[in-house]
Structure formats: C-alpha cells, structure tokens
C-alpha cells in the first residue's frame, strides 16, 4: 500500500481542497505517501481541526478564576473548593449517529467519558441534547429509538447514569440530526493529567483494546455534509464496547495514584493519529511510533488502517521508561493490552514505521495548531 500513487482523485477522496494539497506538498516538500495523505486528510477534517468553526469559538469567554483549564485539553477543569475540580466536556456526534443511530450515539458517549477520565477525574453522570425532524417523519422513530438507546445503553454498562437530557422535534433536522454527548466526572485538583508530551525518551505506550478496521476515516465523514446514501457509510461509523470502557476507566484511574503517568491522551476521532499529533504538537516534541507493536484483532493490517482506525476503548500514554513493568502489571490485572509502541524525540516530527520501514514522516505543528483556518459565508 505504500506506493500506493497519490492521484487527483485519490486527493479528493480524502475531501482535500487543491489548495489544501498544495499546501501539503510545500509542508513535505515532497508528494505525501498515501498513510500521510490520510494522515492530513483526517487531522485537516473539520471534526479535528475545527477550521471552520474555530475563528467562533475564540470569541467565546473561556477564563475566570475559577477555570483551571481551559480549551486546548480533553475536557475543562473547574476548581469547586476543598481541593476538588469538576472536569466536564460536551460534544457532538451527528453524523455517524446519523447513519448507525445505536453504535453513533453509543460511540459518542463512550468518547466523552474518556475524554473526562482521561485526565483523571471519575466519571459521575451523563447529559445530552437530542435534536430531531419532525415526528411523523419516516426516520425520526428509527433514529429516536437508536440514538436514545445507545446513550443510555453505554453509559448504565460503564456505570454512570444519564441524568438529565432534551429534546426537540422540527422540520429543520429531518436529514440533520444533532446529538451532542456530556460527562461530568470530579478529581483531585493535585492529580489533574494533561496531553502534552513534553519529556524526552520517554516511552510511548498503547493501552486498552485491540485495534480494528472499524472507523477507519470516521472522522473524515463525520466532517462531511448529509445527503441521501448515506447508510452505505455504517462501515466508518465505530462500534463501541461499553464492557471494554470500565475496564480501561479502573485500570487508568488506578494507575493514576502513582507517579508513571507522564501524559495521557484518549483515541478519539482520527484515532492513533489524532493523539500521537496533538500530543507531540503540545509538548513541542516529537514522537516515533513503531506500528507492528501495536496491538490488532484483524489480520494483515497495514500503517494507514492501523493510523486511521477509531477503534474504541483505547488510550495513548506517555509513561516514565522505568515505571514500564509496574504498568504493565495493572492493564494485565483488568485484562487490557499494554504495549509500548514508541519513544518521545526531540525531532518536532512524528515518524512512523513498521518492521524498520517509514511509511510517514510530518512536522507535528502543521497537524496539531497550525491547520488551515477558514472564514466561511453563513446565512
């Protein structure tokens, strides 16, 4: 797959404009290998770049005294007193709810609570807000039945309620439905885990489950726009285990309470790509990855599938090397997969290999903060 010709149509496949493929070739300096062509493709989407959004939202008010952080992590921080913060995020999952109702919203849960444990805090409740078409619409049951299902069904198996929601039926979401997810979780305010890989040499560890072909590009469309057809794209959307989820909760919470845990990140959209990124981007790092450590249930994988895969349930760590045993130990109690899979350089580069062949080599900048901005018409 490797020598895989990037093409005109292979560009557009990916949902590249020319001018963002041209903007490739001047970053590389070089025509992209087909895994770093997907590699762009997903970290440019809209659902991980926010590029058309992102100049609104820097107009929202996000510090007072009590804000610990901000945007720019998994979740926001709040300080609540007595040392304690609340660590809360909301965020949505149209499309792929849209296509596969149960497994999108299920999914989109399943996210979100990474999201908030991830750094450190313990899941404690659930909220959502639904939008819909119109009741008499011929999908809305299917969709109402699915959507409502799969929220409540993730998130009673990882043992945290839904507590509140709403709801709202109108014409205007007939083929555009919004499902936006919420988690509320608390922590110590001194064991706050942040994503930043800023620690040279340390080790690159893979935890939790097994990496599939499921998702692959999910959040490419989930950044695109709805149309008729759509149903044919069930194979992007990802399929979450609930069972699988409160293992890697304990068994990262746990691990939590000593001092192995550099950084953390959870494989959200875009998958192991997303978070080696925007980790190295933070840390102003570089990181190195070595894919056939990589933990896979299917067969014959290659580096674009095992980069873009949103398989669920899986979390990326940067531990301290000597803390690596000791880690070990704790995803093996709760019968997890642990594998160290790379090493945090001083490069400001993620490369990626496998078997000793480099299949991508890209400045970590340009896919972390630095991705296109758009200013786009509005009605």
């Given at each position: 797959m490797k020598n895989i010709e990037v093409t005109e149509k292979l560009v557009k496949d990916h949902n590249l404009t020319n001018d963002e493929?041209?903007?490739?070739?001047?970053?590389?300096g070089r025509t992209?290998?087909?895994?770093?062509?997907?590699?762009?493709?997903?970290?440019?989407?809209?659902?991980?770049?926010?590029?058309?959004?992102?100049?609104?939202?820097?107009?929202?008010?996000?510090?007072?005294p009590w804000v610990i952080c901000g945007p720019g992590e998994n979740a926001g921080v709040i300080?609540?007193?007595?040392?304690?913060?609340?660590?809360?995020?909301?965020?949505?999952?149209?499309?792929?709810?849209?296509?596969?109702?149960?497994?999108?919203?299920?999914?989109?849960?399943?996210?979100?609570?990474?999201?908030?444990?991830?750094?450190g805090a313990r899941p404690i409740a659930n909220l959502n807000a639904l939008r819909f078409g119109e009741i008499n619409?011929?999908?809305?049951?299917?969709?109402?039945?699915?959507?409502?299902?799969?929220?409540?069904?993730?998130?009673?198996?990882?043992?945290?309620?839904?507590?509140?929601?709403?709801?709202?039926?109108?014409?205007?979401y007939n083929g555009n439905i919004i499902v936006n997810a919420m988690t509320v979780g608390l922590a110590n305010q001194d064991k706050i885990f942040y994503s930043s890989a800023s620690q040279v040499g340390a080790s690159v560890v893979?935890?939790?489950?097994?990496?599939?072909?499921?998702?692959?590009?999910?959040?490419?469309?989930?950044?695109?726009?709805?149309?008729?057809?759509?149903?044919?794209?069930?194979?992007?959307?990802?399929?979450?285990?609930?069972?699988?989820?409160?293992?890697?909760?304990?068994?990262?919470?746990?691990l939590m309470q000593s001092d192995c845990i550099l950084s953390i990140q959870?494989?959200?959209?875009?998958?192991?790509t997303s978070s080696s990124f925007e980790m190295s981007g933070k840390g102003g790092t570089g990181i190195e990855l070595n894919l056939e450590k990589v933990p896979q249930r299917e067969k014959n994988m290659t580096p674009y599938e095992i980069m873009?895969?949103?398989?669920?349930?899986?979390?990326?760590?940067?531990i301290k090397p000597e803390k690596e045993q000791f880690a070990k130990e704790i995803f093996d109690k709760w019968?997890?997969?642990?594998?160290?899979?790379?090493?945090?350089?001083?490069?400001?580069?993620?490369?990626?290999?496998?078997n000793g062949e480099v299949y991508a080599d890209i400045p970590s900048e340009p896919l972390s903060d630095k991705s296109p901005e758009y200013d786009r018409p509005y009605v």
């Open positions: 493929y041209n903007m490739i070739l001047k970053i590389l992209p290998s087909i895994t770093e062509l997907g590699i762009f493709s997903a970290m440019w989407s809209e659902h991980c770049s926010y590029k058309s959004t992102k100049k609104w939202l820097k107009t929202m008010h996000t510090e007072a300080d609540i007193g007595d040392g304690q913060a609340v660590i809360f995020k909301m965020e949505s999952h149209n499309h792929p709810s849209f296509i596969e109702p149960y497994q999108g919203a299920a999914t989109g849960v399943g996210g979100i609570l990474r999201d908030v444990f991830t750094m619409h011929p999908k809305t049951k299917q969709l109402v039945n699915g959507v409502v299902s799969g929220i409540g069904g993730y998130g009673n198996c990882v043992g945290v309620p839904t507590v509140g929601g709403e709801i709202t039926f109108h014409k205007s893979y935890v939790g489950s097994k990496t599939g072909r499921d998702g692959i590009n999910g959040a490419v469309m989930a950044s695109d726009e709805f149309k008729e057809g759509d149903e044919d794209k069930r194979p992007t959307v990802q399929v979450g285990d609930p069972f699988a989820e409160k293992l890697l909760l304990e068994a990262c919470l746990e959870d494989m959200g959209a875009a998958g192991l873009l895969s949103e398989s669920q349930e899986r979390m990326l760590m940067i019968g997890l997969d642990f594998a160290v899979i790379g090493v945090v350089t001083n490069t400001g580069r993620v490369v990626i290999k496998m």
